[in-house]
Structure formats: C-alpha cells, structure tokens
C-alpha cells in the first residue's frame, strides 16, 4: 500500500474481525518496540474505528510512526515490531513494520 502521509512516516491499517464467539474484543495496550522490550519502545499514533468489536464484527486499527521512530543512534533505518493486546492480557497481533515504509 502506497503510504499517502509522506515519505516520513509509516503506516499500517490492521483489519481484525472478532471470531470468538464468547465475548467482544477490546482493546488494553499497544507497544512498538525494536525487539519487543520496552528498553526500545517507539513513539507512534494509534487509532481505532471502535472501541469494542462484538462477535463476527471487524474494526480497523490504523498506526502511524514517523521517520525518526526507524532510526537508529547512528541514523540507520530499522524494522520495527508492533504488539497489540486484548483486555485480558493475551497478544493479539505481533507484525513488523518494515523500514522500506520510510524513503531515505
């Protein structure tokens, strides 16, 4: 997908349909991160179409993080690692957001 901000920032549009049944998701926390610790966590915007998704519902979580959030000390582009997770403490999606999202 074409990024239409600009060359200074990624973007990435998650669709996530609730197939469970049991109960309505919700969101708890996001984090974007290098490797997965909080010792290399990212700035970033986040924002959802709903705030609970009932059972057979989708929802749309678009993220956006902009060029300096891919770099490193030393000026370099890296790929970044973003969490989300439901209201029970379960990871619910695990994606990487490449650094070719952003042009040099």
């Known amino acids: 997908m074409r990024n239409p901000f600009s060359a200074r920032c990624g973007l990435l549009l998650l669709l996530l349909k609730n197939t469970y ?3 309505p998701w ?3 926390g996001a984090y974007l991160t290098r490797d997965f610790t909080h010792a290399t966590s990212r700035p970033f915007a986040l924002r959802m179409n709903r705030e609970t998704i009932v059972p057979g519902q989708t929802g749309t979580i678009a993220i956006v993080a902009d060029k300096s959030a891919f770099e490193t000390k030393e000026g370099q582009l890296t790929d ?3 969490q989300i997770f439901r209201d029970d403490g379960l990871l619910q999606v695990a994606v990487t957001m490449d650094h070719t999202l952003i042009r040099k």
Do not use: I, N, Q
């Open 80 to 82: 970044l690692a973003l």
């Open 26 to 28: 919700k969101f708890d």
């Open 21 to 23: 049944y049991g109960g």
